[in-house]
């Protein structure tokens, strides 16, 4: 139960794009669960790409809401200028996952970063690759990463990213609310929008600019957006950011 963005390329206002973000850790939809609190304060990080576009590299993460730490701001004001893959996350934490700072996304492995927005049931029955080192305090978000990872990196698979991601979902042999999820090897950008249950507020949009993507859990509303703009990402489906000009895939499955 979290928020997701991420961006490709140069949107315009970025950095406004990304301090509007910091607000949903406060006002971000929920879903209509009766007891559920408002809000998504149970730590938060970003990640970027490297400057040779080659893989992720953390820019920070912590413990507490976004909306009430200074290093949100001071992580944004230290990138001179956009990198060209970020990723942003606002976590609430799923019920019997602890509150830690190991559990706070993004999460890293190889030259990849992931991000994940809903509850994976039995996660640890997921198969991956071994050698795959745990970081988390047993967190599902990272034990579905693993298991999406060990698809992806399968050079046996004679398949594209997306036709191995599409493999990996459809295999998935465990219960969840919602495998949103947004992902990067610091050259293409990749989210997953695929849930069972409450559609809503397992949303996420895409918002096209001259120079570059918005990818988010929830439209952005900035003064220099237009509403209408925003699309919003079916459910079941796969989108992909790649190249300059930059190509949108989306892939339905």
Not at 18 to 47: C, L, R
Not at 73 to 90: A, G, R, V
Not at 199 to 212: F, P, W
Request: contains cysteine; negative net charge; charged residues 20%.
């Amino acid at each position: 139960m979290c928020r997701l963005l991420s961006t490709y390329g140069k949107p315009e206002e970025w950095s406004k794009i990304i301090i509007e973000f910091q607000k949903q850790a406060n006002t971000g939809e929920i879903p209509p669960i009766t007891g559920i609190e408002p809000g998504h304060k149970d730590g938060w990080g970003m990640t970027r790409s490297n400057i040779d576009k080659l893989g992720m590299e953390t820019v920070g993460n912590y413990l507490g809401s976004a909306m009430e730490a200074d290093e949100y701001k001071q992580n944004i004001d230290s990138l001179s200028t956009p990198p060209h893959i970020f990723m942003c996350h606002l976590r609430k934490a799923t019920p019997g996952i602890p509150i830690s700072l190991a559990n706070a996304h993004p999460f890293h492995q190889e030259n990849w970063a992931f991000s994940h927005n809903g509850t994976v049931y039995n996660s640890n029955e997921l198969k991956s690759d071994s050698s795959f080192r745990f970081t988390s305090d047993n967190s599902d978000s990272e034990h579905y990463f693993h298991y999406l990872l060990s698809y992806i990196l399968n050079e046996n698979l004679q398949q594209t990213f997306p036709e191995k991601i599409i493999e990996a979902l459809l295999n998935i042999s465990v219960s969840f609310t919602s495998l949103n999820s947004m992902f990067s090897n610091g050259s293409e950008l990749f989210a997953i929008r695929y849930c069972t249950k409450y559609e809503d507020y397992y949303s996420l949009s895409y918002y096209e600019t001259k120079n570059g993507i918005v990818i988010s859990s929830e439209p952005i509303n900035i003064p220099e957006f237009e509403t209408n703009l925003w699309k919003e990402i079916p459910n079941r489906s796969i989108i992909r950011v790649s190249g300059y000009p930059l190509e949108v895939q989306i892939f339905q499955f």
